[in-house]
């Protein structure tokens, strides 16, 4: 069990040096995900009716991942 304990110590130590060195990377890449979840529902709305393109789009996954990578993305950057 210590040694599952390490590691995710060592791996939360790697991605707030990353973040407090990149502060505007997750941001971005909520941003990202907002736009690609807009182009796969314009995609969505150019084929024929009925055809649904998965779950990802039919639950809007991207959109709400989007969201909330932005906001942690915020507060982690704001806070380091």
Do not use: C, E, W
Not at 17 to 43: E, K, S
């Amino acid at each position: 069990m210590k040694k599952l304990d390490a590691f995710f110590s060592k791996l939360l130590d790697r991605i707030s040096d990353y973040i407090a060195a990149h502060r505007g990377m997750p941001i971005l890449f909520a941003v990202l995900l907002v736009v690609l979840n807009y182009v796969l529902r314009v995609i969505q709305v150019a084929l024929p009716p009925g055809t649904q393109l998965g779950f990802v789009v039919s639950t809007d996954l991207l959109l709400h991942l989007g969201v909330l990578i932005g906001l942690l993305g915020v507060l982690l950057g704001d806070a380091l």
